[in-house]
């Protein structure tokens, strides 16, 4: 729900400028030819995985849309290795790798945000504990002065448990925390299960009826809500990040979300319809223990299930066909909204890393479901319909962006200190593209011409015009604090105005060295136009729509020496409620196409005729 800050009017006053008279009439402009380019990071491996170097730009070949383009930026970055790190207990050490070390970025689109998303409504307490204790690890020996990481939990909602920081000890703090926090993944073995047990119950009762499936696709639609809260999460934190600079990535950590919910039940359901359950002898010892100690129908002098003869009468004179099941299961699934996922990832420069936490610990394992239960969810064609289905969506999100998905593994320090050669060493391939701003979606290939090697990368693009650009930039210095200034435009709050509706009229003066900015001498005036944009952010975190406003700049040509060694200042008057507030601003000069970014915090209605004024440290 967004909030109501700016639900009144956005008030524009200009006041104090030195540039004389206004005029409403805006000036025209001639077309500015904006210089894109669209980047492409490659990571290149051996057969065996080994890290190639010493490729050249005439090695790589780039596809848009199937078609070659010119590669017109090419750099090879070879930065520090992970240094070593102990392995988990009981596993051996990973070889040590030699240290190389650079200084750190020199520009915020130069570096990586790196964010941890643990997703405790797919985890099991015990898988997460191993998996956060060797991600802490790993922090602490890999992160560096300048770098910035990010934890958040998904729970029943997405929080942020600790800002973008270069601090291993905060971020160490930070996942004591997470690891203290409810985790869901015994929940949804216990439904399972509950849900196996019924359907179980319901095939002594009356075979393969027609609502033998009730209690499957019941589960099955409880995991597909979950699925879909954890892609809402997954979404939104792209969202956040779209407008951060450089490049991103996510590390997700989960037990594994389903991509085809309840997948392993219709299996399941499957085998028994079949016959598969029954000529394992699986179905007749459930039926046996179970149902006819429970004195259900069907049990006692006429034969049934403790003989085995009334399975076999029951499972083939019923209603609901064995290939019925496979079709069901496909039903849920969200093979679509994961491929969208990445592409949302892929338009923003996110990339995902995804760690499975459960490693080599087998699904159908978990929980006690009961002996004929436990025994179908060892089947063989069950067990790899469920570890399938788990490490899908996984394996997706990793390829489809350009990323890795670590699996099958209990000692996770060497695949995260691979991850982290992924940070450092990687070809940029960048290339212009021949259309701008229409906000299409399109794929990309990368071809090495050598043979033998493999590649990774993210497998499209989206050219999102430049409002669109500026809005998420403008979101990002919000949210994240990430400001960027090249105009030199200094931010100042004004005293505060009570209003009969409770709210408070916040004038925010933006001053702009008016040398900083871009003019055409046109008609005996020199001419310019900025646009700002500012949106707002309440205490619990709803921001405003962000406002936007074009400012027209006119400097006769006998004042322009003078008005150089000046500023240009411009108010605009924010309708904001009582208590702390986070504004952020866009100025961008549309002459010269660079655009500086701003937040600061401010504390509204604490004292009358007052706004304090905190830094935000940038």
Not at 181 to 203: C, D
């Amino acid at each position: 729900m967004r909030s109501p800050i700016l639900a009144a009017a956005l008030l524009a006053t200009l006041c104090g400028s030195p540039l004389g008279a206004q005029t409403s009439t805006e000036p025209s402009f001639g077309e500015v030819v904006e210089v894109t380019v669209v980047n492409v990071d490659v990571y290149v491996t051996d057969k065996d995985g080994n890290r190639v170097t010493g490729l050249k730009k005439e090695d790589f070949v780039v596809l848009e849309d199937g078609k070659p383009v010119q590669i017109s930026n090419f750099e090879a970055v070879q930065g520090r290795s992970a240094p070593a790190v102990a392995a988990a207990p009981g596993v051996p050490a990973a070889p040590a790798v030699p240290e190389r070390t650079v200084p750190p970025p020199a520009s915020p689109e130069a570096g990586l945000s790196l964010v941890v998303f643990v997703d405790n409504l797919h985890l099991r307490p015990d898988n997460r504990t191993r998996a956060l204790e060797q991600i802490r690890k790993f922090l602490a020996a890999n992160v560096r002065a300048g770098d910035r990481v990010m934890l958040v939990s998904h729970d029943l909602g997405l929080r942020t448990r600790q800002a973008f920081t270069d601090d291993p000890a905060a971020l160490d703090s930070a996942l004591k925390e997470i690891e203290g926090l409810p985790a869901f993944g015994v929940q949804a073995a216990t439904s399972r299960n509950e849900a196996m047990r019924t359907m179980l119950t319901l095939y002594g009762l009356e075979g393969c009826d027609s609502d033998i499936v009730d209690p499957i696709e019941a589960y099955a639609q409880q995991m597909r809500n979950e699925s879909l809260q954890t892609v809402g999460a997954l979404t939104l934190m792209v969202n956040s990040l779209s407008g951060v600079p450089g490049r991103k990535a996510v590390l997700y950590v989960s037990d594994g979300v389903p991509v085809t919910p309840g997948e392993e039940l219709f299996q399941a359901l499957f085998e028994l319809c079949s016959g598969g359950a029954e000529r394992a002898g699986i179905a007749v010892g459930y039926l046996s223990e179970k149902i006819g100690a429970a004195n259900l129908p069907g049990d006692g002098d006429s034969g049934g299930s403790s003989s085995g003869a009334g399975v076999s009468e029951t499972a083939t004179g019923g209603g609901y066909s064995a290939s019925q099941a496979l079709l069901d299961a496909q039903s849920y699934s969200l093979v679509s909204q994961f491929a969208e996922l990445a592409a949302h990832a892929n338009a923003h420069r996110v990339t995902f890393y995804t760690l499975q936490a459960s490693g080599l610990t087998a699904h159908g394992s978990a929980g006690d479901g009961g002996l004929g239960a436990e025994r179908i969810l060892q089947l063989m064609t069950v067990r790899q319909a469920e570890t399938a289905n788990h490490q899908g969506s996984l394996t997706a999100m990793a390829a489809d962006t350009g990323g890795r998905a670590i699996l099958d593994v209990n000692d996770f320090l060497p695949e995260l200190a691979r991850m982290q050669e992924d940070f450092s060493n990687y070809y940029s391939l960048g290339y212009n593209p021949s259309r701008l701003g229409q906000g299409k979606q399109h794929r990309l290939a990368v071809k090495v011409k050598r043979p033998g090697l493999r590649v990774r990368y993210r497998h499209s693009y989206r050219d999102k015009p430049l409002m669109e650009r500026m809005v998420d930039r403008t979101l990002a210095s919000l949210l994240h604090g990430l400001d960027d200034n090249p105009l030199e435009v200094a931010v100042n709050i004004g005293d505060q105005i009570p209003g009969e509706d409770g709210k408070f009229a916040v004038p925010v003066q933006l001053k702009i060295p008016i040398f900083k900015l871009a003019l055409l001498n046109r008609e005996g005036t020199y001419q310019g136009k900025l646009r700002l944009l500012v949106v707002t952010q309440d205490a619990k975190g709803a921001n405003s729509p962000v406002r936007q406003v074009e400012v027209p700049l006119n400097i006769p040509r006998k004042e322009v020496l003078n008005a150089m060694g000046q500023h240009y200042l411009y108010t605009l008057t924010l309708k904001m409620p009582p208590g702390g507030q986070r504004v952020a601003v866009a100025v961008h000069d549309q002459v010269s196409a660079y655009t500086s970014y701003l937040s600061r915090d401010v504390t509204v209605g604490e004292t009358a005729g007052q706004v304090v004024v905190k830094s935000n440290g940038r």
